[in-house]
């Protein structure tokens, strides 16, 4: 989990009490009543793509007014008008600044064609998940002419959410590999073996931003008494990141290995390390990679790899899966049940 401390407001509020089902604040006139709305207050549904704010104790799937703004993100980037209620109308506002430290925005401001209404949102403290970024705690002020500035405490998330699909993935009936202990997130990449950080710069250079700067400072797993498994942050995009794993003894010593990603047969020949929006299974020792060709994340592909015993006592990663989504068409679907190009014999 990441956590980062994001900029200041200018202008702050207290907060106030629900005042009825969906409503934020009371309709008098120095005061702006602001309300919740939900799924169904949206033009089209909701979208996969989307950039949301909530009410901070309300949930959007099950509560029936939960969003304070919302808009959809195409997978070209753009963000669409947002869509906010006060009183009894919806506004829609246009997204004019998004920006802060580490190129995912730790503030946004929105407001309408005629500047009468304005969103400034402050996220504090967020998370990276598989293809979105979800916003744990988040400040939300409504500017409005004539008003007293409204501010709330808001969760939500910006990125593209695959629907849930009831049922069992195809993929879970893989092989399952050596078990991989709890993660244990690292405060800084510092704490990763120096001995092993410079492996991946000797091997994985043409991967990796060497020297970058990251929001995370990876993870550690224990795989026994005599081994421990590191994921080193490697690069850092607009949606989606990666990480390199090596090993090491346990506690780490000398000895230190980058562990490759083994590709499909017309892949051979290519060394890859950098495992994209990286996932461990633990229970099932596997490593799933997710590499989107955008952001909307309606194409690209996925991998599944599990942690084998290999030759000579060392531990090796072994790819039991292959899926490729190659038509960009919009539909953000499970990547795992994109199909399925390749599968050992």
Not at 24 to 40: C, V, Y
Not at 301 to 326: A, H, M, N, S, W
Not at 330 to 339: E, L, M, Q, S, V
Request: glycine share 12%; aromatic share 10%; proline share 6%.
């Amino acid at each position: 989990m990441l956590r980062i401390l994001g900029l200041s407001l200018v202008l702050s509020a207290v907060f106030a009490g629900i005042a009825g089902q969906g409503a934020l604040a009371s309709d008098d006139e120095h005061e702006i009543a602001l309300k919740l709305f939900g799924t169904k207050d949206l033009q089209g549904g909701l979208p996969e793509c989307r950039l949301s704010f909530w009410q901070h104790n309300k949930d959007p799937e099950t509560d029936r007014y939960a969003f304070l703004l919302h808009a959809a993100k195409p997978g070209d980037g753009r963000v669409e008008p947002a869509r906010l209620k006060i009183g009894r109308d919806f506004y829609s506002l246009q997204q004019l600044v998004h920006g802060g430290e580490g190129g995912f925005g730790q503030h946004y401001v929105f407001a309408t064609s005629d500047r009468k209404v304005k969103v400034q949102i402050e996220v504090i403290d967020y998370t990276f998940k598989d293809h979105f970024v979800q916003f744990d705690k988040v400040k939300l002020t409504v500017i409005q002419k004539g008003k007293i500035p409204f501010t709330a405490n808001a969760k939500g998330l910006s990125g593209c959410v695959p629907q849930k699909i009831k049922g069992t993935p195809p993929s879970a009936s893989l092989p399952a590999g050596v078990p991989i202990g709890p993660e244990r997130l690292l405060a800084d990449v510092a704490q990763v073996p120096r001995v092993l950080r410079t492996l991946m710069r000797d091997y994985a250079a043409e991967d990796c931003d060497i020297g970058g700067a990251f929001a995370w400072g990876g993870a550690r797993y224990e795989i026994s008494d005599g081994y421990l498994l590191w994921q080193i942050p490697c690069t850092m995009g607009a949606y989606q990141g990666s990480g390199v794993f090596g090993l090491t003894q346990n506690p780490a010593g000398a000895w230190v290995e980058l562990l490759t990603l083994p590709n499909p047969p017309w892949l051979e020949g290519y060394q890859n390390y950098a495992a994209m929006s990286a996932e461990v299974d633990g229970r099932l020792g596997h490593i799933v990679t997710t590499a989107f060709k955008r952001g909307s994340g309606d194409c690209g592909v996925r991998q599944t790899f599990r942690l084998i015993d290999g030759p000579g006592e060392v531990l090796e990663l072994e790819l039991l899966e292959y899926r490729e989504k190659f038509d960009c068409d919009g539909n953000a679907t499970d990547p795992g049940r994109w199909p399925v190009e390749f599968r050992p014999n």
